[in-house]
């Protein structure tokens, strides 16, 4: 094995560094905690409950009765309400509205908390010029973000009791690209540079590692056309789908339709690439076991097979159960703790150099 001694010294970050890493995690956790609670919001059937955006003054709930009945009436000229809900009580429709308004509030909280801290480290000069662009786009990024995600909800509120699995994907997509790219932009400056080695296998570690990324992104997003379509709702076996391993009507509406809105062949697709992550995760951490890395490097890379496997086993059972709330609400938060792990374990692995 190649040993660690006598090659590049680790990079230590500065303390300023660190100050600015640790409040990028901490953002970076949020939004993780963002979308277990717009996973679980979906799950309650509450994301249609209020029919209104307010951008600057919605981070207050309704307070009195007239405020919660002006409230209530909105939802019951909606869709949901009418073809779904009719007759629902006031305090029936406060349970989904507590849901969808801790979702909307939350986002704010992110907001502020990025914003902030962003600004007065700006101000006393803290942050590097190169990194200066980097979080004014994901600060743009994340009002894009509200905006996309009363985009999705008004898609439920015009015809159909259901938003466009279109449009949650795009938002679902969008929310794990700022949480990735704040938790890589966090341990860069929290944790130090792994020296780097002269070992010729690293290169292709960590392509592995990034092709291990790029799977478990490509899984989450067709998840999400499984979550928009209920298509965990129906073909409740594993591992044959309606007695067969390929379902019956495979791509039945077309190749360019089917995968996006055929429930048969998005669920078919899901389970594929589910399995393909599971194998592709476990071959990065086979490959990385014949590599010399540091402790924290060798506990990201076994953290990954780990949490594959236990992603996989509550996939399948979310499914045989008919997703339940608490389940699914658990594999949405696996699946970004997935694709967390493998950011750790790309910015873990050292770079190559020559002999």
């Not at 349970?95 to 914003?115: D, K, N, S």
């Not at 339709?257 to 599971?278: K, N, W």
């Not at 692995?349 to 020559?354: G, N």
Request: glycine share 8%; charged share 15%.
């Amino acid at each position: 094995m190649t040993s660690l001694a006598g090659h590049s010294t680790i990079a230590t970050p500065r303390r300023n560094d660190r100050a600015i890493g640790t409040w990028l995690l901490c953002c970076a956790a949020m939004v993780f905690a963002m979308v277990v609670i717009g996973g679980a919001t979906r799950l309650t059937e509450s994301g249609l409950s209020m029919a209104e955006w307010r951008p600057l003054i919605g981070f207050l709930p309704p307070f009195g009765d007239t405020e919660w009945q002006r409230v209530f009436n909105l939802y019951r000229q909606t869709p949901e309400y009418r073809a779904i809900n009719a007759g629902m009580t006031l305090a029936e429709f406060q349970t989904i509205f507590w849901w969808e308004f801790v979702h909307r509030l939350w986002g704010r909280l992110i907001g502020v908390a990025f914003l902030l801290p962003f600004l007065w480290f700006l101000v006393r000069g803290q942050i590097d010029r190169r990194l200066a662009p980097r979080l004014v786009l994901l600060f743009v990024l994340g009002g894009a973000q509200g905006a996309l995600g009363w985009y999705m909800v008004r898609s439920g509120l015009v015809d159909v009791p259901e938003v466009s699995q279109y449009r949650l994907t795009a938002h679902l997509t969008l929310a794990l690209t700022i949480h990735a790219a704040l938790l890589w932009s966090g341990l860069r400056l929290v944790l130090s540079t792994p020296p780097a080695i002269a070992d010729r296998r690293l290169g292709a570690a960590r392509r592995q590692t990034a092709a291990t990324l790029a799977l478990v992104a490509l899984t989450i997003v067709a998840g999400g056309f499984v979550a928009g379509t209920d298509a965990g709702l129906t073909y409740n076996t594993f591992p044959l789908m309606d007695g067969r391993l390929v379902p019956p009507g495979y791509f039945n509406g077309g190749w360019s339709v089917a995968p996006f809105e055929d429930i048969a062949t998005i669920q078919f697709h899901h389970r594929v690439l589910a399995i393909a992550t599971l194998a592709m995760a476990l071959t990065t951490w086979w490959q990385t076991r014949w590599l010399v890395l540091t402790p924290r490097g060798r506990l990201a890379a076994n953290s990954l097979a780990v949490m594959a496997a236990i992603q996989v086993a509550l996939g399948i059972a979310t499914l045989l159960l008919v997703v339940p709330v608490p389940l699914g609400v658990a594999h949405q938060a696996g699946a970004v703790t997935l694709l967390s792990i493998v950011v750790w374990l790309l910015f873990e692995l050292p770079k190559a150099v020559a002999d």
